[in-house]
């Protein structure tokens, strides 16, 4: 193994930097435990850190006692679940990524204008049911091209709606099936998948040509990590999703000259670092980023979690 290639941008989105920042703030505040409906994002090392500080991840709201802080995940929740946190009493903080959100405020007031909606995205994944949960019906879920011909609007106004972390080029076959069957469907006035999924899977359509082997660095849980890995096997790429460090294996970089790493949008750096040490072990002689987009998106916190950085919060107890 000659080379390994770093794709740019990789790693941890703004969406998911402000999850995990508003369970430390929350923790920092309140103290533990602090509840957590859902994995914060779906990366197993950080829900494992996150549950060493005082954290714990529930699905059901009967598990949260009277009176606790309540953290909605990055994922978004359907409207029955806020109604229920609000019954309970619980103080609640909502890390719902805002471009989730913003999807969450279309439907709405789509459905106030009496639309109906075809929602492209993966059954059981906690953003669709999140979505989906904004409205009692009137909403169709469709997982591809197939799905498109059993929507059955009752009306004639109809809108389209995207999970955040698709294939883009996927979701693009779907839509454009969507359109295809339902030629007057309304779509977002911008495309719904998010702009760390676009970049993340434009870096690997350059990289993946380049090398010889693509490493993603993500949880099995993670939909924006599948897509990558999927990506670079679309290419022709042979490709490896990892939790860590200790699932690469050896005979995977036989007679492999270079090998491109990425990781998904919720996977730290350290475990990206982690894995870069191990290539150099198994004989790696250079690491090498390649050029690309350069994220500069930042999402405000909720009020009320303080507005001293995490960095100076730790530097306070030391």
Not at 6 to 28: H, M, S
Not at 97 to 119: D, N, S
Not at 147 to 170: E, N, W
Not at 253 to 281: C, H, K, M, N, Y
Request: a negative charge; one cysteine or more; proline letters at 5%.
């Amino acid at each position: 193994m000659d080379e390994v290639l770093l794709a740019e941008p990789r790693g941890f989105c703004a969406g998911v930097d402000r999850a995990i920042e508003i369970v430390e703030r929350a923790l920092y505040k309140y103290g533990p435990p602090i509840y957590v409906r859902h994995e914060i994002v779906h990366n197993t090392y950080v829900v494992n850190d996150l549950r060493a500080k005082g954290a714990i991840f529930i699905e059901d709201l009967a598990d949260v006692p009277p009176g606790a802080t309540l953290v909605f995940s990055a994922h978004g929740v359907s409207k029955a679940v806020r109604e229920e946190a609000d019954r309970r009493g619980f103080q609640v903080y909502d890390a719902t990524c805002p471009l989730v959100t913003k999807v969450h405020v279309e439907v709405a007031k789509l459905a106030k204008e009496g639309y109906e909606f075809i929602m492209i995205g993966h059954k059981g994944h906690p953003e669709v049911e999140g979505t989906m949960g904004q409205l009692s019906d009137g909403i169709y879920l469709v997982e591809d091209t197939a799905d498109v011909a059993g929507v059955k609007p009752r009306g004639d106004k109809l809108a389209v709606v995207t999970q955040t972390t698709l294939s883009v080029d996927d979701a693009a076959e779907i839509l454009a099936e969507v359109k295809r069957c339902f030629p007057n469907v309304r779509e977002p006035k911008k495309q719904d998948i998010c702009y760390a999924t676009q970049n993340r899977q434009d870096a690997v359509k350059v990289m993946a040509p380049q090398v010889d082997l693509v490493i993603v660095v993500g949880s099995p849980t993670s939909s924006n990590s599948n897509r990558l890995r999927e990506l670079a096997q679309r290419l022709g790429t042979e490709a490896y999703m990892v939790e860590g460090a200790a699932d690469l294996k050896p005979e995977w970089f036989a007679a492999r000259r270079r090998v491109g790493l990425t990781a998904g949008a919720s996977a730290p750096d350290i475990l990206v670092q982690q894995v870069i040490a191990r290539l150099r072990e198994l004989g790696a002689l250079s690491i090498r980023s390649i050029e690309g987009v350069t994220e500069s998106v930042h999402f405000p916190l909720p009020r009320g979690l303080g507005d001293r950085s995490m960095s100076e919060v730790a530097a306070s107890r030391s």
